[in-house]
C-alpha cells in the first residue's frame, strides 16, 4: 500500500475532503490491480549495511557492499530467494511454455561451421540441432566424418565447453581449452591427434589466452597469478605470457613477458607467425592503445619494438619473410596497412601498403592475398589485394549484411566465408581466391522464411545534431500504428561494431510481430577511432543520448510507442539500458539490462575490469571524473518516488568478467525505491558465466523467459500473433 501511496504523490493527485471519496476509490483500484498484476511480489527488501566511501571530501553510502562477497552465504541465500521470487513471477505467463517450445523447434537445425585442414585431416564443427555444445568433427580423405571432441560429454549439464583450440604445425598434436560454469578461468589440455589420447597433465589457472604453437616442442600461453581471495570476483591486473614446453610441469613454464610490477599490463598475447619464423608480442594496459614487439625464433633475437606506447593499436597481420605487414590506426584513425622490415620495425621507417580511407578497415589473409573488409554505414564491402598492393578485385557479396571469414592459410586456394542479416541465417561460401568465383558450400534448412520480412536502414539525428545509423528489421507489411511490440538494442563502447547477423531468437521475436531495432551509437567501432572516443569518459553521456533519440525516433515514426517498447543490452550494453532506464523511466515499458556493467564507482576494483578505464575513467582518477561517473552511473541513480519500468535483469552465477554484484546491487536499490506497480526481478542463471558456451538449453530458457516478461508487461494475455488474429477474427 506504501507504494500506492508513492505512485499517487509521484503523479500529482492532491486529497482534499471534496475528493476524499474519489481518491479512495482510486486507491482501491490500484489496490486491486497491484493484487492482480503483483499479486506474489514480496521483494524481501535486501538488508542494508551502510559502508562509506570518501571521494574528493565527497561521501558516498553503499548499502549492499555485502552482495560483492561471491563466496558469503548470504549472498547465496539472497540469490536463492531472489531466483524464487523471479521463476515464481515467470512460471505464471500464460504463453511461456509456448515460446520455449517455438524456441526449441526452430533452433533444431543442423549447423555446419566452414571446414579447415590440420595435417592429414580435414575438420569441422556440426550442431544436429539442440546439442548443447558444438561437435568438433574430422575427416580423412573421401572417408566419413568422425566426431573428434564432443564437449557434450565434458560435464554432464552441458555447462563446460570448448573454449579454444590450435594444432601443432603438422597437425599431429591439439591443444584445447575448456571452460567450467561460464568462467573466463581456463584449463589446457594437450593430446594426441591420432590416438586422442591425452599426453601430459593439464594447465590450469589459464585466462583471457590463446594457444600459439611453437613448430610441435611447445606453445606460448597467458595468464594471472590466481587470486589469493575468489577467483570469480578478485582483481587481477598482471598478465603474463609463458612458454609450456611439452613433457614438463607447468611449474617449470618459461615467463616470457609481464610480471613487471612498474608495468600493468592487463592484456598480454603471444603467437608464432605461420611460417614458425616470429613470435609476437602484444601487450595492453587497457581495452584500447597496445605495446607490439616481435623476436626471431631463428636467430633467438632480443625483442624489437614495432610499436613502444600504448597510444595506438596496431597488429601483424602476416610477414613475408623479413617484411612485416601491419594494420594500424596510428596516425589513421580508420586503420591503414603499413610495411616495415622486422630489423628495424619502428614506427619512424613504416610505409603506407594501403593507406586509410573514408570507412573503417578490417584485415585478414588467405591464399597469398589479403582482404580487406569495410564497414560502409556498419554494412560489409570486401576488397582483394596481392602482396605487391595491388587490388585484385570487389568481393560482390549475396545481399547487403555482414560477411565473415575471408581468411586461411598461404598455400589454400580455396577459402570459406559466411554471410547474413537480420532476417537472413548465415550462410558459407565457397570462393576461389585466383578466380574470384565463389558458390554455395552449406545453407541452413531452418523453419523460418526469410522472404517475409526486411530491413530498413534509417538515419536520426542524436541529441547533439550528430547523424546515428539504425537498422530496423520487421514483418513485411508492418501497420505503423504505434502498437508494435519492439525491442531497441544496444552496445556503444569499446570499439565494438554491431553488424547485422541473424539470431533465432530475434526471429521467433519478429514472427510475433515483433520489431528489432539496432542503432550503431557512439562508443561502437563503426566509424573509427573518432566515433569510439565520441562516447568515452567524458563523452558517455553522448552513447545514452544516441539510444534515447533512436527510441524517441522509433516512437514518432510510430513503429512503438512508451508502452510497447522494451530496451535491452549485455555488459557495457546492460550500462546501456541501466543509464537509460534510470535517465528517462517513461521512455519505455520493459527494461532488460544484461550482465552489466552498474556500478561505475567501483567497476575497475573487481577481476579485470580496470583494463576498462580507457572507456570509462575511474573514480579515483580525478574530482571531475569521480562526479561523471556518479551523475549517471545506474546503481547511484536509483530514486525514490519513481515510476521504472518493468524490469528483468538477467546475470550469471559464474560470471567473473562483469562480475554478478553489479546486477545485485541495482536490483536492490529497485525494489527498495520504485515507486511504481511494474515488477523488478533478477533472474540468475547458476553455472553460468558472461554469455560464452552457455548450453543451448540454458540459452532457450532464458529466451523465453526474456520475451514472456516483456510481451506479459506489454499487456499481451496471449501471443501478438493470436491477439491480432483474435482481433481480425
Known amino acids: 500500500m506504501n507504494k500506492l501511496v508513492d505512485f499517487l504523490k509521484y503523479n500529482n493527485y492532491k486529497v482534499s475532503i471534496e475528493r476524499k471519496s474519489f481518491l479512495l476509490i482510486i486507491i482501491f483500484s490500484l489496490f486491486i490491480i497491484s493484487c492482480n498484476y503483483n499479486s506474489s511480489l514480496d521483494y524481501h527488501i535486501t538488508k542494508k549495511i551502510p559502508v562509506v566511501d570518501t571521494y574528493f571530501e565527497t561521501e558516498i553510502i553503499d548499502n549492499y557492499r555485502w552482495l560483492e562477497d561471491d563466496m ?31 524456441l526449441s523447434d526452430l533452433w533444431n537445425y543442423e549447423k555446419i561451421s566452414a571446414p579447415f585442414k590440420e595435417g592429414e585431416y580435414t575438420y569441422f564443427y ?111 591486473d598482471q598478465h603474463k605470457l609463458y612458454y609450456h614446453k611439452l613433457e614438463t610441469s607447468q611449474k617449470s613454464d618459461k615467463l616470457i613477458y609481464g610480471g613487471n610490477k612498474d608495468e600493468k599490463n592487463r592484456y598480454i598475447r603471444g603467437y608464432v607467425t605461420s611460417d614458425n619464423r616470429f613470435l609476437v608480442i602484444n601487450a595492453a594496459k587497457k581495452t584500447t592503445g597496445n605495446k607490439l614487439f616481435i623476436k626471431d625464433l631463428r636467430t633467438n633475437s632480443k625483442l624489437r619494438t614495432i610499436s613502444g606506447d600504448y597510444d595506438s593499436n596496431t597488429y601483424l597481420l602476416d610477414n613475408k619473410g623479413s617484411k612485416l605487414f601491419l594494420v594500424t590506426d596510428y596516425s589513421a584513425p580508420n586503420n591503414r596497412i603499413v610495411t616495415v622490415s622486422s630489423k628495424n620495425p619502428s614506427k619512424s621507417n613504416w610505409k603506407d601498403f594501403i593507406q586509410e580511407k573514408e570507412f573503417v578497415l578490417n584485415a585478414s589473409k ?16 570486401i576488397y582483394q589485394y596481392d602482396y605487391s598492393g595491388k587490388m585484385i578485385r570487389e568481393i560482390k557479396l549475396p545481399g547487403i549484411g555482414s560477411a565473415r571469414g575471408f581468411s586461411g592459410k598461404k598455400d589454400q586456394d580455396e577459402l570459406y566465408f559466411s554471410f547474413s542479416n537480420y532476417y537472413t541465417p548465415s550462410t558459407t561460401f565457397k ?54 511490440p519492439t525491442i531497441l538494442y544496444g552496445y556503444g563502447g569499446f570499439n565494438i561494431s554491431r553488424t547485422p547477423g541473424f539470431g533465432v531468437a530475434n526471429a521467433v521475436w519478429m514472427e510475433q510481430g515483433g520489431v528489432y531495432a539496432v542503432p550503431n551509437i557512439r562508443g561502437g567501432g563503426e566509424y573509427g577511432r573518432k566515433w569510439h572516443n565520441a562516447g568515452i569518459q567524458t ?84 574530482k571531475e571524473m569521480f562526479e561523471y561517473l556518479k551523475g549517471y552511473s545506474p546503481v547511484h541513480n536509483v530514486k525514490n518516488n519513481i515510476a521504472y519500468p518493468a524490469t528483468l535483469i538477467t546475470t550469471g552465477d559464474h560470471d567473473d568478467r562483469v562480475v554478478p554484484a553489479h546486477s545485485f546491487k541495482f536490483a536492490a536499490e529497485l525494489q527498495d525505491k520504485d515507486a511504481g506497480l511494474n515488477p523488478v526481478l533478477i533472474r540468475i542463471e547458476t553455472n553460468a558465466g558472461h554469455g560464452s558456451g552457455t548450453p543451448i538449453s540454458k540459452t532457450i530458457n532464458q529466451y523465453a523467459d526474456i520475451f514472456g516478461f516483456t510481451l506479459y508487461n506489454m499487456g499481451y494475455k496471449v501471443l501478438p500473433e493470436k491477439t491480432k488474429s483474435k482481433i481480425k477474427g
Open 539 to 622: 563523452n558517455k553521456q553522448n552513447v545514452f543520448d544516441d539510444f534515447i533519440a533512436a527510441a524517441e525516433y522509433l516512437i514518432e515514426n510510430k513503429y512503438t510507442s512508451s508502452e510497447f517498447l522494451a530496451i535491452r543490452g549485455g555488459s557495457n550494453g546492460g550500462l546501456l539500458v541501466g543509464a537509460t532506464m534510470t535517465q528517462r523511466p517513461d521512455l519505455m515499458k520493459v527494461a532488460l539490462p544484461a550482465v552489466g556493467v552498474l556500478d561505475m564507482l567501483r567497476y575497475h576494483k573487481f577481476t579485470a575490469g580496470a583494463g576498462w578505464s580507457y572507456d570509462y575513467g575511474t573514480s579515483e582518477q580525478s
Open 126 to 236: 556440426k550442431n544436429s540441432g539442440l546439442q548443447n555444445q558444438m561437435v568438433l568433427y574430422r575427416q580423412l580423405g573421401d572417408n566419413n566424418p568422425e566426431v573428434f571432441l564432443d564437449p557434450n560429454t565434458f560435464s554432464i549439464d552441458g555447462t563446460t565447453s570448448l573454449a579454444g583450440t590450435s594444432f601443432s604445425k603438422d597437425g599431429s598434436l591439439l591443444a584445447y581449452s575448456i571452460s567450467e560454469g561460464g568462467s573466463d578461468w581456463r584449463k589446457i589440455i594437450v593430446m594426441n591427434v591420432e590416438s586422442n589420447q591425452i599426453i601430459e597433465d593439464t594447465l590450469v589457472d589459464v585466462k583471457f589466452s590463446g594457444i600459439s604453437w611453437k613448430s610441435n616442442d611447445g606453445f606460448y600461453y597467458s595468464s594471472y597469478d590466481k587470486p589469493k581471495g575468489s577467483e570469480l570476483s578478485e582483481k587481477t
Open 72 to 102: 558469503s552465504s548470504e549472498t547465496e541465500d539472497w540469490v536463492s530467494k531472489q531466483n524464487e521470487l523471479t521463476y515464481d513471477y515467470l512460471n505464471k505467463i500464460p504463453f511461456r511454455d509456448e515460446l520455449k517450445t517455438r
Open 431 to 484: 570462393y576461389n581466391v585466383k578466380s574470384g568465383d565463389y558458390k554455395e558450400y552449406w545453407k541452413p534448412s531452418i523453419d523460418f522464411d526469410s522472404s517475409n520480412y526486411e530491413s530498413k536502414q534509417i538515419f536520426y539525428n542524436s541529441k547533439d545534431g550528430t547523424r546515428v545509423p539504425m537498422i530496423i528489421t520487421f514483418k513485411k507489411g508492418l501497420e505503423l500504428n504505434a502498437k508494435n
Open 366 to 381: 588467405c591464399g597469398g592475398y589479403f582482404f580487406t573488409r569495410y564497414m560502409v554505414d556498419a554494412i560489409s564491402k
